[in-house]
């Protein structure tokens, strides 16, 4: 089953934060069932998505979470900007091969990385916080010469890239693999099988409650005709619907034991048994090794 | 305070990954352990919940919103080991299925998170709680201050483990690898944050989920909290010798902190050093002159290694030979108090 497309996709065109279009402060009930469909949102979007045929889909899922591991470490240890600009425009490569759709793959990372890190990373450019040659002068502040610095401006950089690399290579990871087949390959990567159970019926009882919460929210929204801006009724009724909610969750965890152990479950879970690996995912691990031994010898060399 | 891929260095997160496997196998033996067929639905019912409960908005105060992480929370219904797992199992989920914080830093955010926030929120509450009845409002006091503490405090690993990376991790122009802010700007940065908003959302979020709970659901609290009763106090617990050593362990843990603390300790200069118009003298007094210097054969001399050179190493070297002499000379006072005391009972018998 496809869900259609104006289900899956996000707005396009509205910003996030609602600069774009109409602005209206939301409060805490909309901005929390909004959270709840993007919740659902993403798990169906990335269903599908997993469910293209692409080149990442193919690759067994111990092998990909492997690799993705290993080139985050690669990436996290180069030094230099090219290489890790290259990088970035490899991840993109491998998206289009994917059948990711670009317009996501690329606002998912740049939506993010300039909002967040880039602020964040603002300041490290001037001389007070990264010491170093000062390119643009800022004037005399208080007695101290003020200006950005070549160091800083590397670090900014470095930083901002590094992140959107790494971001760029853990949504591949995560939009081309199935939830089940990722948690099997956790199992067989050593992780121990009570979390992976754990894991597992977690995340199965995520979308659950998360349909109560949503009731819970929708109900107030029903019964509300204008806007309450009182913060401590608001308050009140979000620890009031956490606390039901950790009643629910409680019951129903009472409820899937007892239908575990009419099931024969006495303790030893069972996991799906994981695929046999492919030449595929051979040639696959072998690229990766190479672009790991590609990236830190390129690197290494520009370093000098 | 979820820190995202790219902030810290590989050896950064691979320490703190190495650091969360015995705290992981530990809550793991723990989980089997208890009442085996149980706990594993409570435990993952425990980790669903502490997800959603990272996405329930709060309204503040002006008007906008911020959400909690609600670590204490689970730590209080569910125990702190089992906090460990819930935790770890709503981050994994976060992390490798919605993108969100980092992989590779995903040990540092259980570290953080999932290790820190709810056994230091948990200690807190239990600490302050005492043995007062299920239904006391003492115990919503005790659960906000241990929220509210247990989120700074996470903060605060989190703001250490950003702040040591331009120290560490930089190339030879100076151009900061990593997260570029040092440790004297990190903490003031995530603890302003932390100290006002988050702090107090944390504590809100987790009193009024408690207070809901004496209300409405009474059995709910009971899970974490057998041997209390619904509506009277137990008998005062006394403070058992673990706590002791659990503060111990945490002072000793944050030596470190000592080699980042600039100048030197009021009145512990060496006699040339003295600012001796300051106190209106001429000289060093003779006393102090013949006596500072009349011990000179420390092994440790002045922290160090005695040649000046390696000052972190000879720092770190004096605090684990101290803490060692320390340790043998309590534990071998303790032996002989024990011996004469056994002695002296059997003469009495």
Redesign the interface.
């Known amino acids: 089953v496809t869900a259609p497309a104006w289900l899956t996709e996000p707005e396009v065109g509205l910003c996030p934060c609602g600069c774009i279009g109409r602005r209206t ?1 939301r ?2 009930v909309d ?2 069932l909004r ?2 469909a993007g ?1 659902l949102r ?2 169906l979007f ?1 269903d599908e998505v997993s469910a293209r045929p692409g080149l990442l889909q193919r690759i067994d899922p111990r092998v990909k979470l492997a690799t ?2 290993a080139l ?2 690669a ?3 180069v ?1 230099r900007l090219a290489v890790l600009l290259a990088a970035y425009a490899a991840t993109v490569v491998l998206a289009v091969a994917s059948r990711v759709p670009m317009g996501l793959f690329l606002r ?1 990372v740049w939506l993010f990385v300039p909002l ?2 880039g602020v964040v ?1 603002l300041p ?1 450019t001037l001389n007070v ?4 040659d000062v390119v643009v002068g800022l004037g005399t502040w208080f007695g101290h010469d003020l200006g950005i610095t070549r ?2 401006l ?3 950089a ?2 901002v890239v ?6 760029s290579l ?2 591949l ?2 939009l081309t693999t199935s ?1 089940t087949r ?1 948690l099997a390959s956790l199992r067989s990567l050593g992780v ?1 099988r ?2 992976v ?3 597992g ?3 199965r ?2 979308f ?3 349909g109560a ?1 949503t009731d819970m929210y929708e109900a107030r929204t029903a019964r509300t005709p204008r806007p309450d ?1 009182d ?1 401590t009724r ?3 009724f ?10 629910k ?2 019951t ?3 409820e ?2 007892l239908a ?2 009419a099931r024969g ?3 030893s ?1 069972r996991s799906l048994a994981p695929g046999r690996l492919r030449a595929l995912d051979g040639v696959w691990a072998l690229a990766s090794v190479l672009a790991v031994v590609a990236i830190l010898g390129a690197d290494h060399a520009l370093r000098g | 305070v979820h820190i995202p891929d790219g902030y810290l260095s590989p050896a950064t997160c691979g320490v703190m990954g190495a650091s969360m496997v015995p705290v992981w196998a530990v809550a793991a033996r723990r989980v089997r352990r208890v009442v085996t067929t149980r706990y594993v639905p409570l435990v993952a019912l425990g980790a669903a919940f502490s997800f959603l409960v990272m996405m329930f908005n709060v309204p503040v105060p002006d008007g906008t919103t911020a959400h909690g992480v609600g670590a204490t929370l689970v730590a209080i219904l569910l125990g702190p080991w089992a906090a460990v797992v819930a935790v770890t199992t709503a981050l994994v989920i976060q992390a490798l299925f919605f993108g969100d914080g980092g992989v590779l830093a995903l040990g540092a955010n259980c570290f953080n998170m999932a290790f820190v926030m709810p056994f230091v929120g948990y200690g807190i509450s239990r600490a302050l709680s005492g043995r007062v009845a299920l239904t006391s409002p003492r115990r919503l006091l005790a659960a906000a201050v241990g929220a509210y503490v247990g989120i700074n405090v996470a903060a605060l690993c989190a703001a250490i483990e950003f702040g040591i990376q331009p120290d560490l991790f930089t190339a030879a122009d100076g151009t900061p690898l990593y997260a570029p802010f040092h440790l004297s700007e990190t903490i003031p940065a995530m603890l302003a944050a932390h100290l006002t908003v988050a702090g107090g959302v944390e504590a809100a979020l987790t009193a009024g989920v408690i207070a809901y709970l004496q209300r409405a659901n009474l059995p709910v609290l009971r899970i974490n909290h057998r041997d209390v009763d619904d509506l009277t106090a137990g008998p005062p617990r006394r403070l058992g010798w673990r706590w002791a050593a659990i503060g111990l362990a945490v002072m000793v843990v944050l030596t470190p902190l000592g080699l980042l603390a600039p100048g030197g300790a009021f009145g512990e200069d060496a006699p040339q050093d003295l600012d001796l118009g300051r106190y209106g003298l001429k000289a060093v007094p003779t006393g102090l002159a013949k006596w500072s210097s009349f011990w000179n054969h420390a092994v440790l001399d002045g922290y160090g290694l005695g040649d000046g050179q390696n000052e972190t190493v000879g720092y770190l070297l004096s605090a684990v030979v101290g803490i060692a002499v320390i340790a043998a000379v309590t534990g071998l006072a303790y032996l002989v108090a024990r011996t004469v005391a056994t002695r002296r009972r059997e003469a009495g018998t």
């Open positions: 402060r409060g805490f901005k929390t959270g709840g919740v993403t798990a990335s993705v591991v985050l470490v990436c996290g240890l030094h998912r967040f890190t990373v490290a916080i990264t010491d170093g160091q800083g590397q670090a900014a470095l930083i590094r992140v959107a690399t790494s971001i853990v949504v990871l995560v939830w990722l121990p009570v979390f159970l754990v894991l019926m977690a995340y009882y995520v659950h409650l998360l919460v801006t913060v608001g308050r009140a979000v620890t009031a619907s956490a606390g039901a909610l950790f009643g969750a409680h129903l965890a009472e899937v034991h575990m152990v479950y006495r303790g879970p």
